[in-house]
């Protein structure tokens, strides 16, 4: 019971760490619990510890996906811990517990693990990260230097390093250079309406009649009245849903859409799924301009598994799972994660990252690459219950706002919406439920941060490289020992 419960205290103290609970000190407390196990046990035990570990961090942190898959969220639960066993196995093997360098090897294969999640299987699943669960710690502060991949990087090393006081003096002078060092300058002003129609949890789109999300929306949207200040409405994910009739132009959503944005004089921002051939739809965010023309269109290219599309669909039909939840799979997008906005006064770019795509760095990296001058994070959460994913998505947005140095806009028709800026604070954000209108002014920025021009590689590279240094090293041991 011993070798269970402590390894099984120190996930859950990570997914304590993590929101909704978003105790961040935790993490450190975990991971330092963690390394003082792993340094005891024996090589032979150190997958079983580190799996342990791993059920304790990703039961809670990722029951979300209870919701969405009960069958995948178990499988991925115990991938994810297998993932972290090896790693302990690995870090075993080029340097046993007593030898000096085996908390290095601790941190380069359990941060090796995590970026290896981030991206694998089926695209990857970057939630319950270290990353997120700092961004209300300082260091959430590094974000704009190393991103969400660098600050978990950073999480292990302060936890793990048997020469720690180096550690903390080093991140401490990181700390000062990110709070000093700006690349990036404002560009006017938007005012901005956000608009949130309600609804109630743990529904599918297969169940309900497309239609209500719609006229929640629109029947909030008749309430605003005109206003000169007002340069734009933004409206959340798929509140248009016509992917069982054809094409958003020639629809009647279309028309009221277009009567709303000639009546408050300003362009709205609107998120459609239109039916694509016979098996397939599309998942975009569109701009509607006054006179009813479509200026600009985004079309989501990251999409959610076993929750627009069905993976391995013949495999799981055949084995009883409901696939028929996902009756047709998404058409991914292939255009730049963008879209041009014509206002009164001027044009305005936005990096758009719909819904699930927050989660992925890059995928926001794109618009700001192009020149966007601001986020949108138009999502649809009414597929889950509780609020451990919606929690965790607001973290994620506002460690995207620190890591390009912009405003994230959040619009959620079930869900929430909420303004967030350029240091991560968040404003507004509203009840999962409740219909709610958002108004606030904002700044345009432009300029790219340190991370924006990096990215990930050079932290997964050093990784890589530091993994390949011990192997070397272990190799050399082996050589000269005595036989």
Same mark, same amino acid.
């Given at each position: 019971?011993?070798?269970? =419960?402590?390894?099984?205290?120190?996930?859950?103290?990570?997914?304590? +760490?993590?929101?909704?609970?978003?105790?961040?000190?935790? +993490?450190?407390?975990?991971?330092?619990?963690?390394? +003082?196990?792993?340094?005891?046990?024996? !090589?032979?035990?150190?997958?079983?510890?580190?799996?342990?570990?791993?059920? #304790?961090?990703?039961?809670?942190?990722?029951?979300?996906?209870?919701?969405?898959?009960?069958?995948?969220?178990?499988?991925?639960?115990?991938?994810?811990?297998?993932?972290?066993?090896?790693?302990?196995?690995?870090?075993?093997? =080029?340097?046993?517990?007593?030898?000096?360098?085996?908390?290095?090897?601790?941190?380069?294969?359990?941060?090796? !693990?995590?970026?290896?999640?981030?991206?694998?299987?089926?695209?990857?699943?970057?939630?319950?990260?270290?990353?997120?669960?700092?961004?209300? %710690?300082?260091?959430?502060?590094?974000?704009?230097?190393?991103? @969400?991949?660098?600050?978990?990087?950073?999480?292990?090393?302060?936890?793990?390093?048997?020469?720690?006081?180096?550690?903390?003096?080093?991140?401490?002078?990181?700390?000062?250079?990110?709070?000093?060092?700006?690349?990036?300058?404002?560009?006017?002003?938007?005012?901005?309406?956000?608009?949130?129609?309600?609804?109630?949890?743990?529904?599918?789109?297969?169940?309900?009649?497309?239609?209500?999300?719609?006229?929640?929306?629109?029947?909030?949207?008749?309430?605003?009245?005109?206003?000169?200040?007002?340069?734009?409405?933004?409206?959340?994910?798929?509140?248009?849903?016509?992917?069982?009739? #054809?094409?958003?132009?020639?629809?009647?959503?279309?028309?009221? *859409?277009?009567?709303?944005?000639?009546?408050?004089?300003?362009?709205?921002?609107?998120? =459609?799924?239109?039916?694509?051939?016979?098996?397939?739809?599309?998942?975009?965010?569109?701009?509607?301009?006054?006179?009813?023309?479509?200026?600009?269109?985004?079309?989501?290219?990251?999409?959610?598994?076993?929750?627009?599309?069905?993976?391995?669909?013949?495999?799981?039909?055949?084995?009883?799972?409901?696939? &028929?939840?996902?009756?047709?799979?998404?058409?991914?997008?292939?255009?730049?994660?963008?879209?041009?906005?014509?206002?009164?006064?001027?044009?305005?770019?936005?990096?758009?990252?719909?819904?699930?795509?927050?989660?992925? @760095?890059?995928?926001?990296?794109?618009?700001?690459?192009?020149?966007?001058?601001?986020?949108?994070?138009?999502?649809?959460?009414?597929?889950?219950?509780?609020? *451990?994913?919606?929690? &965790?998505?607001?973290?994620?947005?506002?460690?995207?706002?620190?890591?390009?140095?912009?405003?994230?806009?959040?619009?959620?028709?079930? %869900?929430?919406?909420?303004?967030?800026?350029?240091? #991560?604070?968040?404003?507004?954000?509203? +009840? =999962?439920?409740?219909?709610?209108?958002?108004?606030?002014?904002?700044?345009?920025?432009?300029?790219?941060?340190?991370?924006?021009?990096?990215?990930?590689?050079?932290?997964?590279?050093?990784?890589?490289?530091?993994?390949?240094?011990?192997?070397?090293?272990?190799?050399?041991?082996?050589?000269?020992?005595?036989?």
């Amino acid at each position: 019971m011993r070798r269970i =419960i402590g390894p099984l205290v120190s996930g859950l103290l990570i997914a304590a +760490s993590l929101p909704p609970w978003g105790w961040w000190p935790l +993490s450190f407390i975990g991971l330092a619990l963690y390394g +003082s196990l792993a340094r005891k046990n024996r !090589a032979t035990s150190s997958f079983r510890t580190a799996f342990i570990f791993g059920l #304790g961090w990703f039961l809670p942190a990722m029951a979300w996906m209870w919701f969405l898959t009960a069958p995948g969220f178990l499988i991925a639960v115990v991938l994810f811990s297998s993932l972290h066993g090896i790693a302990a196995v690995v870090a075993g093997r =080029i340097s046993p517990s007593h030898d000096s360098r085996h908390a290095a090897a601790l941190i380069i294969c359990h941060g090796l !693990a995590e970026i290896f999640r981030m991206s694998w299987p089926f695209g990857g699943v970057p939630l319950a990260t270290l990353g997120i669960a700092q961004i209300s %710690g300082p260091l959430g502060s590094l974000a704009p230097l190393i991103g @969400s991949i660098g600050i978990a990087i950073v999480a292990l090393w302060l936890a793990l390093s048997q020469r720690r006081f180096r550690a903390v003096l080093i991140v401490g002078c990181l700390l000062f250079i990110s709070n000093v060092w700006n690349t990036t300058s404002q560009q006017g002003t938007i005012r901005i309406t956000v608009v949130q129609g309600g609804g109630e949890q743990g529904t599918h789109a297969i169940n309900t009649d497309p239609r209500e999300a719609f006229n929640a929306a629109l029947t909030i949207t008749r309430t605003l009245a005109p206003d000169t200040t007002r340069d734009m409405v933004l409206w959340p994910e798929n509140v248009v849903n016509i992917s069982a009739k #054809g094409l958003f132009f020639d629809s009647q959503e279309h028309t009221a *859409i277009t009567q709303e944005a000639r009546r408050l004089n300003v362009p709205f921002v609107v998120g =459609i799924t239109e039916r694509y051939g016979s098996d397939q739809f599309t998942n975009a965010q569109v701009v509607v301009l006054p006179e009813g023309r479509i200026s600009s269109r985004y079309d989501k290219v990251r999409r959610v598994p076993f929750g627009e599309y069905m993976p391995l669909r013949s495999l799981l039909t055949a084995l009883g799972a409901p696939t &028929q939840l996902v009756p047709r799979d998404a058409k991914p997008g292939i255009v730049r994660a963008y879209l041009d906005i014509p206002l009164r006064q001027q044009e305005i770019r936005a990096s758009v990252a719909i819904s699930w795509e927050i989660f992925f @760095s890059g995928r926001v990296n794109e618009g700001i690459e192009d020149a966007a001058q601001v986020i949108f994070n138009p999502t649809n959460g009414s597929s889950y219950t509780w609020s *451990i994913l919606q929690t &965790q998505q607001i973290a994620t947005a506002r460690l995207r706002a620190r890591e390009q140095d912009r405003w994230v806009v959040q619009a959620a028709p079930t %869900g929430f919406s909420a303004f967030i800026d350029p240091n #991560g604070t968040v404003y507004d954000r509203t +009840s =999962i439920s409740d219909p709610a209108i958002l108004e606030r002014t904002i700044s345009l920025r432009s300029g790219r941060t340190l991370y924006s021009r990096l990215g990930n590689a050079p932290y997964i590279w050093s990784l890589i490289i530091g993994l390949g240094l011990l192997i070397r090293r272990a190799s050399r041991n082996k050589q000269v020992a005595p036989s």
